[in-house]
């Protein structure tokens, strides 16, 4: 028996036309299902759990609009990004892919390093980037990326660029093993402001990292945290969840954060998507959906983090990705702040959300990733006062998060419509993530150099 | 021609064994010495079980200083037999001849069997080759899957003609350099994957500075390498006199780099 | 510490270590109590300088 939980548009995995979809529930667990006229029918599994889906609710949170859009509405969504006026997530966070190089081959990643000396952006060209996110949306934090953005030696000059133009918040996503090897290349990364490392971290053991990144990392892994730690800049573990190869490290990952907290800021897990040429569509033994992890988390940490602990992500489809927050007690426990039943901030009311969700995430960001001197205040002493939690809170705490990346199976227009994190390219447009890095079945993009592949069949 | 390039390739690495390129390279015999061996090192994710294969190992420094570095096996091969018997020595000497082993070896050839090697390295030598495609298959065969070849050579931003590159007298690593699209494209073509470059072309302009502090200028040093290298060679028709090393480098704007490729799976 | 008397019973308010929650959160914070109807308070500083504050940072990393 089907039961369907709505209708919306997706995106068929061999042409890339636009095709109707719908949400299904089957035995429990829901589905994306749609149809191409040409290529036929599919179904993927985008949640295990249908209660939780439910619970999590439509999302429905209207954020500001962005500033300044930057492409016309043409051919319908996804094809007219840059962004065109049917979007709906302003910008929280905006990517800015510095190089397409990358000294590491790892078969998981989802940017393909394919490109040579030639094609790096020049300080100018990233001045360029820098001015079109100004423009679009304003200064709000980036992520610089790539390819691997610590092959460039002038790293530090981009970061202090974008220091200059007003940017507050910049941080490098980053395999982290330039940071293990040299330390004045990092001690400029901090000298210049940066902000936060946004590290790759699949694992506690090396088996994982054999699988995933194709070498034994974890040595050099801790060698960058340590190294982080020394220059006082703060440290997100980035795991590339896959099943079977590291969900059964998800506890183990959480006490080694634990372990290294205050570098360590955060978790933010991304279960696996498929991106490049795949064989067949990924069968649901190869989905590691949202519900999976947060159920994982728990029975890993016996408990010590629980399922509803977990708050869906403020955008317009709420099951776009999830987070919690944690104050690290001195005796050793994880202790929530956050829980799904009392999401409604305090300090809210009743519903009425004094920022807008993208300024609210902004600040977080910003909030978050300061590495905050543990300083004496008064009452602090007696370990029953608020006063002495709350100062626990400003430097003893960790975020764990997690976003599943859309792949051309799970796309679903009306979440990529409400997504706040954008690419900026050398063409002068902001496309979303997920939008951005989509690539068929047979590994051609949606986007290439900053235009719509011209193998896509418009079909509405 | 399977004569000539035999003859060519003989030919380069007596030049090798000259003191002269000693003065300007170092004992590594490649532009940028030890710090870029470090680097290559680094990008070939070395450790204690890998075996490793260097092509045109020369004096075997590079093969020492990985084997103590990593702990790691280390097979060098080259063309000379004197630049081989320093190398043993040296490997005696720093008493890692339980994990460095050199032999004679072509990089044309590879005297190994299928899927043996970790890492392949070659610095400054895949230039050198007359075939570079039936090279860059023999790499190809003797890699594990997922395993890399990290190699440092000259490449060129401009162009040389054959006429040109025939001038060059020996097959020099200029005469023989490719540009960067080009190497990319003929390891691609030969099913290798995920290239990655790096640019170390400050490297090059060290020796080419080096040389002409030395010896007055390129043209000197070129021109006494040469005479040092011919004598117990018989060459007969191969090479011209008088190497138009000006224009090699104008036309050629010869540069340095680090090229990682990757054999796939499957 | 003045005396203060309770709006509704007209009873003098007790100084006393009040027990609050925040989230899982147990703590005692000193203020004022009832002894007849339970109505308990905070000092106008502790709120805003500890209370509100401390929301505010944790509520900023949410």
């Known amino acids: 028996m089907e039961e369907s939980l709505g209708e919306t548009l997706s995106l068929c995995p061999q042409c890339l036309a636009r095709i109707p979809a719908r949400k299904v529930v089957e035995d429990g667990d829901v589905y994306l299902d749609k149809h191409c006229p040409v290529h036929g029918s599919f179904r993927t599994l985008i949640w295990r759990g249908d209660r939780l889906y439910r619970e999590w609710g439509s999302g429905e949170v209207n954020s500001k609009l962005i500033k300044r859009r930057l492409t016309p509405t043409v051919s319908g969504c996804p094809y007219d990004c840059g962004l065109c006026p049917n979007h709906k997530g302003e910008t929280c966070t905006t990517l800015m892919e510095v190089t397409g190089r990358c000294d590491m081959s790892c078969p998981v990643c989802f940017a393909s390093s394919n490109s040579n000396l030639k094609d790096e952006p020049g300080l100018s060209e990233v001045e360029e980037m820098y001015r079109t996110i100004l423009e679009a949306s304003g200064p709000c934090p980036v992520q610089l990326s790539g390819g691997e953005p610590t092959v460039r030696d002038d790293l530090p000059d981009i970061i202090a660029l974008g220091k200059e133009m007003g940017f507050k918040h910049i941080q490098i996503n980053t395999h982290g093993l330039r940071l293990a090897r040299d330390k004045e290349y990092l001690h400029r990364l901090r000298e210049v402001g940066a902000d936060l490392i946004y590290l790759q971290f699949d694992g506690i053991s090396n088996d994982v990292y054999r699988y995933t990144r194709g070498a034994n990392l974890f040595k050099l892994k801790l060698q960058a945290i340590e190294n982080c730690a020394e220059f006082r800049i703060g440290v997100i573990l980035v795991p590339t969840l896959i099943p079977n190869i590291n969900d059964h490290q998800i506890g183990d990952i959480v006490r080694f954060a634990k372990g290294q907290i205050p570098v360590v800021k955060g978790i933010h897990f991304q279960p696996i998507s498929y991106f490049g040429r795949y064989p067949g569509t990924p069968v649901n033994e190869d989905r590691i959906t949202i519900p999976d992890v947060l159920k994982t988390l728990e029975v890993q940490t016996e408990g010590e983090v629980k399922m509803n602990h977990f708050v869906p992500r403020r955008r317009k489809d709420s099951h776009c990705g999830f987070s919690a927050f944690y104050v690290l007690m001195e005796d050793g426990r994880l202790q929530s702040t956050t829980n799904f039943e009392r999401r409604q901030s305090p300090l809210a009311g009743s519903g009425f959300v004094k920022e807008s969700p993208a300024e609210h995430v902004r600040r977080f960001i910003h909030e978050r990733a300061k590495f905050v001197e543990s300083d004496a205040q008064e009452g602090e002493n007696n370990p029953g006062s608020w006063e002495s939690f709350f100062n626990r809170a400003r430097t003893h705490y960790l975020s764990i998060s997690g976003m599943p990346f859309q792949d051309v199976w799970t796309v679903d227009l009306e979440r990529l419509q409400g997504c706040c994190i954008h690419v900026v390219t050398q063409y002068k447009k902001l496309i979303p993530f997920c939008a951005f890095y989509l690539s068929s079945a047979s590994g051609e993009r949606l986007y290439y150099e900053g235009k719509v592949s011209s193998q896509v069949a418009y079909v509405s | ?266 | 510490m003045e005396d203060w008397y309770c709006y509704k019973c007209k009873q003098k308010m007790e100084n006393k270590d009040l027990v609050t929650t925040y989230m899982e959160i147990v703590r005692f914070i000193p203020g004022l109590l009832c002894p007849g109807c339970g109505a308990a308070f905070l000092t106008e500083k502790t709120v805003i300088e500890v209370i509100n504050k401390g929301e505010e940072e944790i509520e900023a990393k949410l």
């Open chain 2, 1 to 266: 021609m399977k004569d000539k390039a035999k003859a060519d390739k003989q030919f380069s690495s007596k030049t090798y064994e000259s003191p002269l390129f000693n003065t300007i390279l170092g004992d590594t015999l490649h532009p940028g010495g030890l710090s870029l061996t470090e680097r290559v090192g680094e990008l070939s994710q070395l450790e204690e079980s890998s075996l490793v294969l260097d092509i045109a190992c020369g004096k075997g420094v590079t093969a020492c200083f990985l084997a103590r570095q990593y702990g790691c096996h280390v097979i060098g091969i080259d063309l000379s037999a004197e630049l081989l018997s320093l190398a043993r020595n040296t490997a005696q000497r720093e008493r890692l001849s339980d994990k460095v082993e050199f032999f004679t070896g072509d990089g044309e050839r590879l005297p190994y069997k299928d899927s043996l090697f970790d890492a392949v390295i070659s610095e400054c030598s895949f230039s050198l080759l007359p075939n570079k495609s039936v090279a860059a298959v023999e790499i190809r065969r003797v890699l594990k899957t997922g395993s890399r070849l990290v190699m440092t050579d000259v490449f060129l931003r401009g162009q040389l003609s054959e006429g040109l590159r025939s001038q060059a007298g020996f097959a020099s690593c200029i005469a023989g350099a490719k540009t960067i699209d080009e190497y990319i494209k003929l390891f691609e073509e030969l099913g290798f994957s995920r290239h990655y470059v790096e640019d170390h072309s400050e490297a090059l302009m060290k020796v080419a500075y080096q040389a002409v502090v030395t010896y007055g200028s390129w043209e000197a040093f070129a021109g006494q390498v040469w005479e040092a290298a011919r004598n117990p060679v018989e060459q007969k028709d191969a090479i011209a006199e008088g190497t138009p090393w000006k224009v090699l480098f104008k036309e050629g704007r010869p540069g340095y780099a680090l090229l990682v490729f990757t054999k796939p799976d499957g």
